[in-house]
């Protein structure tokens, strides 16, 4: 049976007329909804793992905006937390964590099989949502990527040029594999339970694919989550997978079939041009605004609003940004953005 939902639509390779759109990070900080909840949750994490509360802020930028897909709110960190690593978030400054660089430290992290108890609050939102959401939403669903997570379980916080990852690749490769392995596992097993939550599409975030250079991007940004998508192909052969190596650059190109997902999420670092006559043509592309426009607005938001529907148009597409809007991001500039999609 063919999929009916717009989102599904352009994931099975069809080429719509108008694109279907959703908004990385679209629940969040720029809404004053969201920030209201927040507060109500106390805190971040505590919102993360409250299912209500998660279901709710999900919603809200369904209800505002009407996106063609609506993705679980939650975060790449708690597959560390879930395998046993402290978690925290630093107000104005970000997630903190425990970290792995020696056999020890990795030999004390739980096994893969045992992330479940620790994540039910995430899967109960996913059932929430499946109930909740419009008909004609998809519901998305996703991890973080082996590489972009273990860069945070080996510093212990975000880095600007994974410096610490790097260091423990090149000095302790058993280390490095073993956790690259165990993640690999644990986000295996956590999208094949919000699959059968719910999840109607996943998507692998790696958010600092770009850091890695010629060999390492195959072995440790392409061939994870090669192997994450094979391995969900095989228990859900029904659910298609976005991938998402940002700052992959011209390796953007090849990236669906070495992968093997439906979709190849870009960032804003390459043109919609260049992305329509090299990867669009292995299969749908989502992505591609400058989320600062998010924050600027006005003409040269819908000017490029439109150049990059324009470009895109001849397959199979998924409007989106090229990464997160802001907490600074305007929210009439989000409706100009759905608004110039829509209607020309
Ligand atoms: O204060 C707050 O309310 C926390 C801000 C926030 C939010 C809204 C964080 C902390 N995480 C999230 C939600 C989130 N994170 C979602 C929810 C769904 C949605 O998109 O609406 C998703 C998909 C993520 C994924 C995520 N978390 C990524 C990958 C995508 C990306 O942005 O590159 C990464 C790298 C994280 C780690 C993380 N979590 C939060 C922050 C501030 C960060 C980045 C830390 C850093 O390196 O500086």
Redesign the pocket.
Known sequence: MKPQKTILRALAGETLPTPPIWM??????YLPEYRAT?AQAGD?LSLCYNSELATEVTLQPIRRYGFDAA???????LVPQALGADLW?VTGE??RLSTITTQSELDALKPAADIHDHLNPIYTTVKMLSQELPSDTTLIG?A?APW?VAT?MIAGR?TPDQGPAHALKAENRAVFDGLMTRITEATIAYLQMQIDAGAEVVKL?D?WAGSLLDQDFIDYSIKPMQQITAALKKSHPNTPVIAFP?GAGERYQGAHAAIGSACVAVDDGVDAAWVAQTVQPDGCVQGNLKSSHMVTGGDALVAETRRIVDALKGGPHIFNLG??ITPDGDPENVQLMIDTVRGG
């Open positions: 990385m990070r679209q629940a969040g900080r927040r971040f993705i679980l709110f939650a975060d790449i960190l978030f970000g997630p996703f973080g972009t945070y975000g975030f958010s940002r990464h997160g």
